[in-house]
């Protein structure tokens, strides 16, 4: 039976501005980090920058997340993106910027004044409680009156499936439905923004797979706003109404899914979106008139209308690039780019094909209907792509030349 909770009048926005988190030098820090800068230039794992204030992992963080929207944050280990929820929960301190909720600014309010609610990724259950207790716990807390918390804890349970395990502790509750009773715990709040912070890492595939749509179904039933960290691009693909790509505390690039998908900005973006990822090339934009090709090996594609339009308007000149193509987008063919074969995978209703081509590890997804069954080690298959599905990318600064 489906039931939504009591809707409370209040609107659910949230204003990120000029946001900036700068993590200071622990005491003697910073001339050990100087002189290891020089000394061994390697030593840096992420390229965050370094100023004389200290590490800054957020930078220039600026979004608007309208009321009711679901918002994915995503983006590899280490690029401030669970520091950006941090932020927003209030669980660190905002270095410049401002943060507002409803158009309050709450830079300096309290976590628990900013009536948000957070579900983290090792689910934070109180073990000596029993289901009900860790749900119940923050309604206590709030003085609530006993027939209400009871009335909460019965509905958020019957909504994620779990009263049954109503009277268990956690240590007896699978990972799923530990994280079901995180959810649960949130939920009974009313919170007028939801924060998850890598909910499902820690299920396997399976699970993940189901808890993802089970995510789906509960934001259909409780019309909150949803702020999602992952590194899973599957998992942003899937839930978000749009992503937020994040890198080194920079932000990449904000689109719906389809948007960050079929028009990536940038190199990375298009490398990080996309499973198999896409296929990168070095190749030449030739301009003639108003007309661009991409040349690789001896293929001359041109590109669509729509392609050569943004490029005209750029201004864009014949010049060396980086070709993007997904592996779904390549196809066989008599003539084309020559490939060797490494690997064939047969993934039921396609062919992963693993080849060589022009120096690079290349992925061709051949629908298995009407293929060839196997591709030998070693043999030479030719493919090319149209122009409609071609990505340009500038040499010098990485960027999609059609935006």
């Known amino acids: 039976m489906r039931r939504h909770r009591a809707q409370s009048n209040a609107m659910a926005t949230v204003e990120l501005r000029n946001i900036k988190k700068i993590y200071p030098f622990v005491s003697g820090e910073e001339k050990k980090s100087k002189k290891k800068k020089k000394d061994d230039e390697p030593e840096k794992k992420v390229n965050l920058q370094i100023t004389d204030q200290g590490v800054v992992a957020v930078q220039q963080f600026s979004l ?29 301190e905002i270095t410049e910027g401002d943060l507002l909720i409803d158009g309050k600014r709450v830079n300096d309010i309290a976590p628990k004044d900013r009536d948000i609610a957070m579900v983290f990724q090792n689910y934070a259950l109180y073990p000596h409680m029993t289901v009900y ?32 395990y109503l009277d268990r502790k956690p240590k007896a509750l699978s990972g799923g439905q530990r994280q079901r009773v995180a959810i649960g715990r949130a939920i009974v709040r009313d919170p007028k923004v939801f924060l998850m912070d890598e909910p499902l890492s820690n299920l396997d595939a399976k699970l993940r797979n189901q808890m993802r749509a089970e995510i789906i179904k509960l934001r259909d039933r409780i019309d909150t706003t949803f702020i999602y960290v992952t590194h899973d691009q599957t998992e942003a693909m ?12 920079f932000i990449q690039q904000i689109g719906t899914p389809q948007e960050v998908f079929s028009n990536p900005r940038n190199l ?27 040349c690789l ?37 008599d003539k084309g780019v020559p490939a060797t074969v490494d690997v064939s ?18 992925i061709i997804i051949v629908p298995t209907e009407g293929a060839v069954s196997h591709f030998a080690m ?26």
């Open 64 to 92: 608007d997340i309208a009321d009711k929207e679901f918002i994915v944050l995503v983006g590899p280990s280490g690029c401030g993106k669970s520091t950006t929820l941090r932020m927003i929960a209030g669980l660190e």
């Open 133 to 164: 207790e860790n749900m119940a716990f923050s309604l206590k807390l709030r003085k609530m009156p006993k027939d209400e918390i009871d009335k909460k804890v019965k509905q958020a349970a019957e909504i994620l499936d779990i009263t049954e």
């Open 238 to 249: 899937t839930l978000g109404d749009r992503i937020v790509i994040m890198r080194d505390g």
């Open 268 to 294: 990375f973006v298009a490398g990080f979106i996309g499973t198999p990822q896409m296929n990168f090339f070095d190749a030449k934009l030739v301009r003639e008139g108003d007309k661009f090709f991409v």
């Open 297 to 333: 090996a001896d293929e001359k594609v041109e590109l669509s209308a729509e392609k050569e339009a943004r490029l005209l308007g750029n201004d864009v000149q014949s010049q060396d690039i980086t070709v993007g193509v997904r592996p779904e987008h390549l196809s066989l063919s």
């Open 345 to 362: 995978e047969m993934m039921g209703s396609s062919i992963h094909l693993h080849v060589t081509a022009e120096g690079r590890d290349v």
């Open 378 to 403: 070693g043999s030479v298959v030719n493919f090319t792509f149209s122009g409609n599905v071609a990505h340009v990318f500038s040499k010098e600064t990485s960027k999609n030349l059609e935006w």
